[in-house]
């Protein structure tokens, strides 16, 4: 049965139109994941990147499913999705790192600590990424001093 007022090309032209539309998104989603992954990766290096990859993994598995799909469906005022964004990921990552010491001697505790939890507990130490992440931020912070 043919539609109606509809020429059977027109309809296939038209499906072929939308087809191209969502290749050409398709693609140019790809190309933002592969831009977020090189500025990223180039501003953290591969090792702190693909800790903060795992980081963000976690945080997505963590949250219910209605606000995941939120979040990984949410686009900039750009029109890139989100989660290619790398200001958005930073924002995500250092939300999860949560407050940094506001005070010298509050950074200087917190490596001593984390230095005491490497020295005491290396296995758990290793597994959690969100310390490791902290950790280097705040030798960042004090600059570069361990």
């Known amino acids: 049965m043919a539609d109606e007022g509809v020429p059977h090309n027109a309809g296939v032209a038209a ?3 939308r087809v191209e539309h969502f290749r050409e998104a398709e693609q140019s989603d790809l190309a ?3 831009l977020a992954h090189k500025v990223l990766q ?6 702190d990147y693909a800790t903060g990859v795992r980081v963000l993994q976690k945080y997505l598995a963590q949250l219910p499913a209605a606000e995941r799909e939120h979040v990984e469906n949410a686009t900039t005022s ?3 999705r989100a989660l290619h964004d790398p200001v958005t990921l930073r ?9 940094m010491p506001t005070s010298r001697e509050g950074a200087l505790a917190e490596l001593e600590g984390a230095r005491r939890r490497m020295r005491e507990d290396p296995k758990a130490w290793f597994a959690d990424d969100l310390a490791q ?3 280097r931020a705040l030798v960042a ?3 570069g001093q361990r």
């Open 78 to 80: 750009a029109g890139v």
């Open 133 to 135: 992440l902290r950790y």
């Open 15 to 17: 499906a072929q139109e």
């Open 91 to 99: 924002a995500i990552v250092k939300r999860e790192m949560g407050p």
């Open 141 to 143: 912070a004090m600059g």
């Open 32 to 34: 933002d994941a592969a």
């Open 42 to 47: 180039a501003e953290h290096g591969t090792a």
